[in-house]
Protein backbone atom coordinates (compact mmCIF):
# COMPACT_ATOMS: atom_id res chain seq x y z
CA UNK A 1 0.00 0.00 0.00
CA UNK A 2 0.93 3.40 -0.40
CA UNK A 3 0.86 6.13 2.17
CA UNK A 4 -2.12 8.44 1.86
CA UNK A 5 -1.38 11.76 -0.43
CA UNK A 6 -0.71 15.03 1.66
CA UNK A 7 -2.81 17.66 0.16
CA UNK A 8 -0.83 20.58 -1.19
CA UNK A 9 -0.36 23.28 0.94
CA UNK A 10 -0.54 21.37 4.24
CA UNK A 11 3.01 22.70 6.37
CA UNK A 12 5.06 20.19 7.29
CA UNK A 13 5.53 19.29 11.24
CA UNK A 14 8.66 21.82 11.26
CA UNK A 15 6.35 25.08 9.70
CA UNK A 16 3.83 24.14 12.31
CA UNK A 17 5.77 24.99 15.49
CA UNK A 18 6.29 28.04 14.13
CA UNK A 19 3.09 29.46 12.97
CA UNK A 20 1.56 32.13 15.07
CA UNK A 21 -0.15 31.08 18.07
CA UNK A 22 1.48 28.05 18.62
CA UNK A 23 4.27 26.72 20.93
CA UNK A 24 6.72 24.02 21.01
CA UNK A 25 6.32 21.30 23.51
CA UNK A 26 7.39 22.04 26.81
CA UNK A 27 9.07 20.05 29.96
CA UNK A 28 7.61 19.73 32.99
CA UNK A 29 5.72 22.56 35.33
CA UNK A 30 8.81 22.49 38.01
CA UNK A 31 11.59 22.00 34.81
CA UNK A 32 9.65 24.75 33.55
CA UNK A 33 10.15 26.74 36.66
CA UNK A 34 13.53 25.79 37.50
CA UNK A 35 14.50 27.68 34.32
CA UNK A 36 12.39 30.68 36.10
CA UNK A 37 14.82 30.11 38.73
CA UNK A 38 17.83 30.36 37.14
CA UNK A 39 17.16 33.78 36.07
CA UNK A 40 16.59 35.17 39.04
CA UNK A 41 19.77 33.79 40.63
CA UNK A 42 21.49 34.91 37.18
CA UNK A 43 20.04 38.44 38.41
CA UNK A 44 21.38 37.79 42.24
CA UNK A 45 25.02 37.33 41.29
CA UNK A 46 25.51 40.72 40.84
CA UNK A 47 23.46 42.01 44.00
CA UNK A 48 24.15 38.88 46.55
CA UNK A 49 27.23 40.95 48.15
CA UNK A 50 25.09 43.87 49.19
CA UNK A 51 22.23 41.21 50.45
CA UNK A 52 24.65 39.54 52.84
CA UNK A 53 25.60 42.62 54.44
CA UNK A 54 22.35 43.34 55.45
CA UNK A 55 21.55 39.85 56.16
CA UNK A 56 24.35 39.48 58.67
CA UNK A 57 24.22 43.25 60.14
CA UNK A 58 20.26 43.45 60.65
CA UNK A 59 20.39 40.48 63.50
CA UNK A 60 23.70 42.00 64.84
CA UNK A 61 22.14 45.30 65.32
CA UNK A 62 18.71 44.05 67.02
CA UNK A 63 20.18 41.91 69.16
CA UNK A 64 22.78 43.94 70.21
CA UNK A 65 20.69 47.08 70.84
CA UNK A 66 17.53 45.20 71.93
CA UNK A 67 18.34 42.52 72.66
CA UNK A 68 21.74 43.13 74.77
CA UNK A 69 21.29 46.66 75.62
CA UNK A 70 17.30 47.52 76.57
CA UNK A 71 17.79 43.68 77.35
CA UNK A 72 19.86 44.62 80.50
CA UNK A 73 17.21 47.12 81.78
CA UNK A 74 14.46 44.95 81.19
CA UNK A 75 16.03 41.78 82.86
CA UNK A 76 16.45 44.03 86.29
CA UNK A 77 12.67 44.93 86.55
CA UNK A 78 10.79 42.66 83.87
CA UNK A 79 11.87 39.12 84.22
CA UNK A 80 8.73 37.85 85.41
CA UNK A 81 6.19 38.79 82.30
CA UNK A 82 8.70 37.06 80.09
CA UNK A 83 8.39 33.82 82.19
CA UNK A 84 11.84 33.54 83.70
CA UNK A 85 13.81 33.78 80.79
CA UNK A 86 15.90 36.80 79.90
CA UNK A 87 14.82 39.59 76.90
CA UNK A 88 17.65 38.28 74.15
CA UNK A 89 16.17 34.71 74.57
CA UNK A 90 13.09 36.24 74.57
CA UNK A 91 12.93 38.26 71.63
CA UNK A 92 15.79 36.61 69.23
CA UNK A 93 13.20 33.96 67.99
CA UNK A 94 10.58 36.57 67.68
CA UNK A 95 13.19 38.82 65.33
CA UNK A 96 14.10 35.60 63.44
CA UNK A 97 10.39 34.99 62.32
CA UNK A 98 10.09 38.87 62.05
CA UNK A 99 12.60 38.61 59.62
CA UNK A 100 11.16 35.85 57.46
CA UNK A 101 8.28 38.57 57.14
CA UNK A 102 10.26 41.31 56.09
CA UNK A 103 12.49 39.09 53.57
CA UNK A 104 9.09 38.07 52.10
CA UNK A 105 7.97 41.19 51.60
CA UNK A 106 10.92 42.52 50.29
CA UNK A 107 11.11 40.25 47.29
CA UNK A 108 7.75 39.81 46.36
CA UNK A 109 6.84 43.70 46.02
CA UNK A 110 9.48 45.69 43.95
CA UNK A 111 10.83 42.92 42.21
CA UNK A 112 7.59 42.34 41.12
CA UNK A 113 6.60 45.32 40.06
CA UNK A 114 9.45 46.05 37.76
CA UNK A 115 9.22 42.83 36.19
CA UNK A 116 5.48 43.87 34.86
CA UNK A 117 6.20 47.12 34.19
CA UNK A 118 9.93 49.08 34.43
CA UNK A 119 11.88 46.06 33.06
CA UNK A 120 9.13 43.69 31.09
CA UNK A 121 10.98 40.77 31.96
CA UNK A 122 7.39 38.27 32.81
CA UNK A 123 5.93 39.61 29.03
CA UNK A 124 9.32 38.42 27.86
CA UNK A 125 9.31 35.37 29.84
CA UNK A 126 5.61 34.95 29.13
CA UNK A 127 6.41 34.98 25.00
CA UNK A 128 8.48 32.07 25.31
CA UNK A 129 7.79 28.49 26.29
CA UNK A 130 7.86 29.52 29.82
CA UNK A 131 3.97 30.26 30.84
CA UNK A 132 2.51 32.46 33.97
CA UNK A 133 2.37 30.04 36.10
CA UNK A 134 6.31 29.03 35.65
CA UNK A 135 7.28 32.67 36.25
CA UNK A 136 4.97 32.43 39.65
CA UNK A 137 6.77 29.19 41.02
CA UNK A 138 10.25 30.24 39.92
CA UNK A 139 9.99 33.70 41.74
CA UNK A 140 8.40 31.86 45.11
CA UNK A 141 11.61 29.62 44.78
CA UNK A 142 13.98 32.39 44.90
CA UNK A 143 12.09 34.04 47.27
CA UNK A 144 12.40 30.60 49.54
CA UNK A 145 15.94 30.32 48.46
CA UNK A 146 15.95 33.68 50.47
CA UNK A 147 14.31 33.24 53.34
CA UNK A 148 16.16 30.23 54.12
CA UNK A 149 19.96 32.01 53.85
CA UNK A 150 18.57 35.07 55.92
CA UNK A 151 17.06 32.21 58.09
CA UNK A 152 20.02 30.31 58.74
CA UNK A 153 22.02 33.50 59.06
CA UNK A 154 19.93 34.92 61.74
CA UNK A 155 19.84 31.24 64.05
CA UNK A 156 23.75 31.47 63.51
CA UNK A 157 24.12 34.96 64.76
CA UNK A 158 21.39 34.17 67.62
CA UNK A 159 23.98 30.97 68.73
CA UNK A 160 26.85 33.53 68.66
CA UNK A 161 24.97 35.77 71.17
CA UNK A 162 23.51 32.91 73.57
CA UNK A 163 20.30 33.70 73.08
CA UNK A 164 19.42 29.81 71.87
CA UNK A 165 17.89 27.68 74.98
CA UNK A 166 17.09 24.43 73.32
CA UNK A 167 18.07 22.47 70.35
CA UNK A 168 14.67 22.09 69.28
CA UNK A 169 15.60 25.93 67.83
CA UNK A 170 16.76 24.47 64.74
CA UNK A 171 13.33 23.53 63.41
CA UNK A 172 12.33 27.30 63.88
CA UNK A 173 14.32 27.94 60.44
CA UNK A 174 11.80 26.14 58.36
CA UNK A 175 9.08 28.11 60.75
CA UNK A 176 10.53 31.56 59.57
CA UNK A 177 10.50 30.19 56.05
CA UNK A 178 6.84 29.17 55.83
CA UNK A 179 5.96 32.39 57.87
CA UNK A 180 7.90 34.29 54.71
CA UNK A 181 6.20 31.82 52.14
CA UNK A 182 2.66 32.53 54.02
CA UNK A 183 3.80 36.24 52.83
CA UNK A 184 4.99 36.71 49.39
CA UNK A 185 2.42 34.12 48.26
CA UNK A 186 -0.18 36.18 48.55
CA UNK A 187 1.45 39.42 48.18
CA UNK A 188 3.02 38.50 44.99
CA UNK A 189 -0.38 37.48 43.58
CA UNK A 190 -1.20 41.38 44.88
CA UNK A 191 1.66 42.72 43.09
CA UNK A 192 1.65 40.97 40.03
CA UNK A 193 -1.67 42.89 39.43
CA UNK A 194 -0.55 46.31 40.43
CA UNK A 195 0.16 49.64 37.91
CA UNK A 196 1.10 51.95 40.59
CA UNK A 197 3.64 50.82 43.26
CA UNK A 198 2.12 53.18 45.69
CA UNK A 199 0.20 50.22 47.20
CA UNK A 200 3.52 48.77 48.48
CA UNK A 201 4.20 51.99 50.70
CA UNK A 202 0.63 51.33 52.46
CA UNK A 203 1.55 48.27 52.59
CA UNK A 204 4.01 48.30 54.61
CA UNK A 205 3.41 51.09 56.65
CA UNK A 206 -0.18 49.93 57.62
CA UNK A 207 0.88 46.15 57.33
CA UNK A 208 4.25 45.04 58.06
CA UNK A 209 5.28 47.80 60.50
CA UNK A 210 2.25 47.15 62.54
CA UNK A 211 2.32 43.88 62.81
CA UNK A 212 6.33 43.95 63.37
CA UNK A 213 5.33 46.24 66.33
CA UNK A 214 2.21 44.55 68.09
CA UNK A 215 2.62 40.33 66.90
CA UNK A 216 4.69 39.41 69.74
CA UNK A 217 7.91 40.19 68.69
CA UNK A 218 9.02 42.85 71.24
CA UNK A 219 6.82 42.07 74.09
CA UNK A 220 4.49 39.25 75.15
CA UNK A 221 0.92 39.68 73.34
CA UNK A 222 -0.60 39.74 76.59
CA UNK A 223 0.64 43.53 77.34
CA UNK A 224 -1.75 44.51 74.79
CA UNK A 225 -5.19 46.13 75.96
CA UNK A 226 -7.57 42.91 75.98
CA UNK A 227 -9.82 44.23 72.91
CA UNK A 228 -6.89 44.64 70.30
CA UNK A 229 -5.26 40.70 71.38
CA UNK A 230 -7.76 39.46 68.69
CA UNK A 231 -6.39 41.42 66.24
CA UNK A 232 -2.69 40.40 66.77
CA UNK A 233 -3.59 36.57 67.02
CA UNK A 234 -4.90 36.60 63.69
CA UNK A 235 -2.12 37.85 62.05
CA UNK A 236 0.59 35.37 60.58
CA UNK A 237 3.24 36.53 62.31
CA UNK A 238 2.19 35.99 65.43
CA UNK A 239 2.03 32.44 64.78
CA UNK A 240 5.79 32.24 63.02
CA UNK A 241 6.62 34.23 66.21
CA UNK A 242 5.03 32.40 68.77
CA UNK A 243 6.25 28.72 67.01
CA UNK A 244 9.23 29.96 66.39
CA UNK A 245 9.95 31.38 70.42
CA UNK A 246 8.27 27.71 71.50
CA UNK A 247 10.67 26.19 70.02
CA UNK A 248 13.77 28.08 70.43
CA UNK A 249 12.55 27.62 74.54
CA UNK A 250 11.67 24.73 74.28
CA UNK A 251 8.51 24.98 75.36
CA UNK A 252 6.28 23.61 72.44
CA UNK A 253 3.80 21.72 72.69
CA UNK A 254 2.05 19.06 69.94
CA UNK A 255 -1.43 20.47 68.64
CA UNK A 256 -0.29 24.46 69.31
CA UNK A 257 2.59 23.86 66.82
CA UNK A 258 0.17 22.01 64.73
CA UNK A 259 -2.64 24.63 65.01
CA UNK A 260 0.08 27.49 64.02
CA UNK A 261 1.70 25.71 60.94
CA UNK A 262 -1.38 25.01 60.26
CA UNK A 263 -2.77 28.36 59.78
CA UNK A 264 0.78 29.80 58.21
CA UNK A 265 0.32 26.78 55.60
CA UNK A 266 -3.12 27.86 54.70
CA UNK A 267 -2.21 31.27 53.87
CA UNK A 268 0.40 30.10 51.52
CA UNK A 269 -1.80 27.69 49.93
CA UNK A 270 -4.63 30.51 49.53
CA UNK A 271 -1.59 32.83 47.85
CA UNK A 272 -0.78 29.92 45.15
CA UNK A 273 -3.99 29.66 44.63
CA UNK A 274 -4.49 33.50 43.87
CA UNK A 275 -1.42 33.51 42.33
CA UNK A 276 -1.76 31.52 39.33
CA UNK A 277 -4.83 32.87 38.88
CA UNK A 278 -3.36 36.73 38.58
CA UNK A 279 -0.14 35.84 36.92
CA UNK A 280 -2.29 34.20 34.27
CA UNK A 281 -4.77 36.51 33.91
CA UNK A 282 -1.55 39.78 33.11
CA UNK A 283 0.83 37.26 31.51
CA UNK A 284 -1.37 35.30 29.43
CA UNK A 285 -0.40 35.99 25.36
Avoid at 33 to 50: D, I, P, Q, S
Wanted: hydrophobic letters at 55%; a positive charge; aromatic letters at 12%.
Amino acid sequence: MTAPAVPRGTPSAAETAELPGTRPAVAGQWAMAMRAFRFWLVNYRRTWRGTMYSSVLNPVLYLGAMGLGLGSLVDKHHSASLGGVSYLAFLAPGLLAAAGMQTAMNESTYPVMASVKWLKTYQAAAASPLRPGDLFRGHLMFTTMRLIMNSIIFLAIMAAFGAVRSAWVVAAVPVAVLTGLAFAAPIEAYAVTREKEQGFAMLFRFGMIPMFLFSGTFFPITQLPAWIRPLAYITPLWHGVALCRALSLGTAGLWSSVGHLAYLAALTLIGLVAGFRTYRRRLYV
